[in-house]
């Protein structure tokens, strides 16, 4: 079975800061990868995600996080995050074959101080 | 907004109460996730049909908890007997299309146990 793990529960930071979010999963097999944001009083949101080919993937609102097979790591980034990026953010992952349900990790808390 | 719709947002009950909860997908897609988050946790699988098939419980999910898709379309997620380690969101999630890699969530439904 696969499981994700998160390292930084609470993150904070001043706008204008670089973001790094770190998620490692494991799993022996291909995998999909994703990272879901969930704003204060909304649902998840699909934020990005990696399927095959390029390991630097863009999503929505300047993120991008980049997949190291050799680490089993998909790593979020921002150059430069926003107040409006506060938030609690996902990292996902599902199996081949696996019915394609989600592995979730237990989430980033960040916040965002101007 | 993701389409897929869940009822009742709230629901607070006693301890030893039945609960319903009903997810309402995009369209007549013919897979329907369901998954709990508990507080500090990233959302954990419970079940997923393919159409009116359940294919997969997860061992979350126990005896008190009963889930269908009738018609392959809404689906219900029912517990008896709750029990205040039952109080969680429970959210519902579809993919939008093959190879039903992404999946996209409902706002989910919070349920307090008294």
């Known amino acids: 079975a696969q499981s994700v793990s998160q390292h930084n529960h609470h993150v904070i930071l001043s706008e204008a800061a670089s973001l790094e979010l770190g998620c490692n999963y494991s799993?022996?097999?291909?995998?999909?990868l994703f990272w879901y944001v969930q704003y204060p009083g909304q649902h998840l949101q699909l934020l990005l995600k990696y399927f095959s080919g390029d390991p630097l993937v863009k999503g929505i609102k300047g993120f991008e996080a980049e997949f190291i097979k050799s680490k089993f790591s998909f790593n979020l980034r921002k150059p430069s995050v926003q107040w409006s990026d506060t938030a609690e953010y996902f990292c996902?992952?599902?199996?081949?074959?696996?019915?394609?349900?989600?592995?979730f990790g237990t989430g980033t808390q960040l916040k965002v101080e101007l | 907004d993701t389409g897929v719709s869940q009822d009742p947002r709230h629901k607070i009950t006693k301890r030893g109460q039945n609960v319903t909860f009903r997810c309402d997908p995009i369209s007549e897609h013919n897979r329907l996730y369901w998954y709990r988050q508990t507080l500090g946790q990233g959302p954990e699988f419970l079940t997923y049909?393919?159409?009116?098939?359940?294919?997969?419980k997860s061992r979350l999910l126990s005896d008190r908890f009963s889930a269908e898709r009738p018609k392959g379309s809404f689906s219900t997620l029912e517990i008896q007997r709750t029990e205040q380690g039952d109080s969680a969101m429970y959210l519902c999630?579809?993919?939008?299309?093959?190879?039903?890699?992404?999946?996209?969530f409902g706002p989910g439904t919070r349920l307090t146990v008294l």
């Open positions: 996902a992952v599902n199996a081949a074959g696996g019915g394609n349900k989600l592995t």
């Open positions: 049909f393919q159409n009116e098939a359940q294919l997969e």
């Open positions: 799993y022996g097999g291909t995998v999909n």
């Open positions: 999630a579809q993919p939008h299309e093959q190879p039903y890699n992404e999946q996209f």
